[in-house]
């Protein structure tokens, strides 16, 4: 079974530009997650998909956002990027969510925003 | 925000010696997961505890859970150079139909030859 796959792997863009980044998740997987990844502030929450519907939201400004679509892949956006919107991007998938089952994480997008 | 503080912060040991690792958290949780990143990578899932349950094993790796004191711990034992990587608790607490997984600060072990 094919792992969890996220592209690009390596990004680099300007402040003030938006950015998108794919993740898609184990065949039979219907829950995606992101985190985002810094030195300073660890592994954060951004957001939970199932069914193509947002179930849960970290506490992350209206510049993140996401979507899933009805084959489980998901995408999320950073619109207006900023220095500190540097980090590693982590999407997970799971069956039906991290609450039960544990989440398979993909190798990361890796943004580095000037 | 982290929900999870684990201690220590880094940990150096010889290969074939044992490491644990602590993490305490603030609220009531469901369960805890362990999961090892490997430098600049994405998270291996290592093992799940339920809020019901106080050890549990897997293979090196043996996991308690106090949800009196709020911690949990992870030993691995008869370390390997491989085991080098950081190390993360995190808790999961249900709430309503969406459930939020929430990171610590992670261990990171340093296995030497």
């Known amino acids: 079974k094919a792992g969890v796959t996220q592209t690009p792997r390596y990004l680099i863009k300007t402040r003030g530009q938006q950015v998108t980044l794919s993740c898609s998740p184990i065949?039979?997987?219907?829950?995606v997650s992101w985190y985002q990844q810094t030195p300073g502030q660890g592994l954060q929450f951004l957001f939970e998909?199932?069914?193509?519907?947002?179930?849960n939201k970290g506490n992350f400004p209206g510049r993140f956002s996401g979507r899933q679509f009805s084959n489980s892949r998901s995408e999320m956006n950073v619109s207006t990027l900023e220095l500190g919107d540097s980090a590693l991007y982590l999407c997970?998938?799971?069956?039906?969510?991290?609450?039960?089952?544990?989440?398979?994480f993909g190798p990361g997008t890796r943004l580095t925003v000037t | 925000s982290q929900q999870g503080e684990e201690d220590p912060q880094a940990l150096s040991i010889q290969e074939g010696e044992n490491a644990t690792m602590n993490c305490s958290y603030k609220?009531?949780?469901?369960?805890l997961q362990w999961y090892r990143q490997n430098s600049g990578r994405g998270l291996v899932h290592l093992i799940l505890i339920r809020s019901n349950e106080r050890e549990k094993h897997s293979g090196r790796l043996r996991v308690t859970l106090d949800t009196s004191k709020k911690s949990s711990s992870l030993l691995i034992t008869a370390s390997r150079a491989a085991d080098t990587a950081s190390y993360f608790c995190a808790t999961v607490l249900n709430t309503g139909t969406a459930s939020k997984l929430t990171f610590g600060t992670g261990t990171r072990l340093q296995v030497t030859l």
């Open positions: 065949s039979g997987h219907r829950s």
């Open positions: 998909y199932f069914s193509e519907t947002q179930r």
């Open positions: 609220t009531s949780i469901n369960n």
């Open positions: 997970a998938s799971s069956l039906t969510g991290p609450s039960s089952y544990e989440q398979y």
